[in-house]
Every structure is written in structure tokens, then in C-alpha cells.
């Protein structure tokens, strides 16, 4: 079985321009998460989908980031226009039906960011 | 809110050597699951174990071990016999039991383990 995968690995961009990170969750996993670390911090969450519909944004740190997940399936994070302190490393994880801690979220290996 | 804290940052160790990573949790809440993750230099995050908050049994799995305390709030994890593979950031992290909280992680201990 695949695992969470994300594109793409690498991204460097500079300050004002438009990045568009993916993330292909594990087949019929309904729960996607989006989370974030910057150099030398914790992970932080971003948000979180139930299937298509967001159940929890409040991780988002404003209205430059926009996350979709069309059709419950695959989801997208767009940081429209990056600015430096956008930097880090973009996490992705999913897991099965329930809530956080019931099951395991399984992550992918992260799209690293840089903004110049 | 939640909060976890990993106060070792990095720790070196020579193989096989016997290695502690410590973590403390805060919440409120009385229902809440800990968990374990390792990022090797490849980056994915590795689950390595989850425990709910009701049980206070310690585990072990190989070289692994985990002690769970709740009167100290601590989650602290040893690694026996160290071996070069074991090399990685290690992550904990807390999930709440209410409603559909997140996990909330700690900084990460980077842990260095040479021959």
C-alpha cells in the first residue's frame, strides 16, 4: 500500500511569488492534515479535512495560505504571495475515520520550503 | 491548551549506549493519547507508539522502551543499545480526546549516535 506522498519535495521561490504544495493521503483515509515546522521549532498544526470539507483551520496563519481537497481525495496548499517567515518544512498526514488520537496519522516526507 | 516540551534538544552517545528522551505533556483534559515519532535524514515522520492516557503499563518493543507517568505528566522514552540507525530527530506529540483536536508536538531531541 502507498504511503502519504507530497510534491514537491523541494520548493525555493521568492518573497511574493505563488507556491502550491500536494498531498496524496493513503487510499480512503478521511482524515488529511496539514501541519508545518520551521527551523528549530515545534511541528505545528495548520488544518485539518474531513473528506472535502475543513474541520478545523484555526493552525492557518492567515489569509495567504489557502488549502483545498477536491472530491475528499488529494489536497492542495497554496501560499499566494510567499513571504520569508513562510519557510520551513510542510508536513502532510492522514488517517482512517475518527478522531486525532484514536489512530495513527501517517505523514509523508514533508515539501521543504524556501522563500527568498 | 496543550502543551508538550522535549527540554534535551540534542543528545550524543556513543553505540551502545542506554539513551533516555525525555517529554513532558501539560493539559486539562483526562482522556488524551501520547505519542512517539522518529524522523530519520530522510524526513518522513516514523510512528513508533501511541498510548492512551488510561494506561499507565509501561511498553517495551526490541530496544525500546517507553514510560508512561502520569503523576509527573512524562512520556519519556529509551532507546537500549543504541545503534547508529538510530540517529533522528525524535518527536513526542499529544492528542486530546475531545472533539477532533490535533496533534500538538514537541520541539524534537536530535539524537546523535556514533560508533
Not at chain 1, 483551520?57 to 472530491?71: I, K, Q, V
Not at chain 2, 510512528?47 to 494506561?55: C, E, G, P, V
Request: glycine share 8%.
Amino acid at each position: 500500500e502507498a504511503g502519504v506522498t507530497q510534491f514537491p519535495s523541494h520548493s525555493v521561490i521568492e518573497k511574493g511569488q505563488t507556491v502550491t504544495l500536494r498531498c496524496d493521503p493513503i487510499s480512503g483515509h478521511d482524515n488529511l492534515y496539514w501541519y508545518r515546522r520551521v527551523m528549530g521549532k515545534e511541528i505545528k498544526f495548520l488544518l485539518h479535512f474531513v473528506k472535502e470539507s475543513k474541520q478545523d483551520e484555526s493552525g492557518m496563519p492567515n489569509n495567504r495560505f489557502l488549502a483545498e481537497r477536491t472530491g475528499g481525495t488529494y489536497s492542495t496548499l497554496k501560499v499566494q504571495p510567499a513571504e520569508l517567515e513562510d519557510s520551513g518544512v510542510y508536513f502532510c498526514a492522514s488517517s482512517q475515520e475518527g478522531r486525532a488520537g484514536e489512530h495513527e496519522q501517517f505523514f509523508g516526507p514533508g515539501t521543504r520550503l524556501t522563500v527568498l | 491548551a496543550q502543551k508538550v516540551t522535549q527540554a534535551q534538544t540534542e543528545i550524543s552517545v556513543v553505540e551502545k549506549e542506554d539513551v533516555t528522551l525525555d517529554c513532558v505533556y501539560e493539559t486539562r483534559d483526562t482522556t488524551y493519547y501520547l505519542f512517539w515519532y522518529k524522523q530519520p535524514p530522510s524526513g518522513e515522520l516514523v510512528f513508533l507508539i501511541r498510548r492512551n492516557s488510561f494506561d499507565e503499563q509501561n511498553e517495551i518493543s526490541g530496544r525500546y522502551s517507553w514510560n508512561f507517568q502520569k503523576s509527573t505528566s512524562s512520556f519519556n522514552f529509551t532507546i537500549t543499545a543504541s545503534q547508529v540507525v538510530d540517529s533522528a530527530v525524535y518527536f513526542c506529540a499529544l492528542a486530546l480526546r475531545s472533539g477532533y483536536s490535533t496533534l500538538t508536538f514537541g520541539k524534537g531531541t536530535m539524537l546523535l549516535v556514533s560508533p
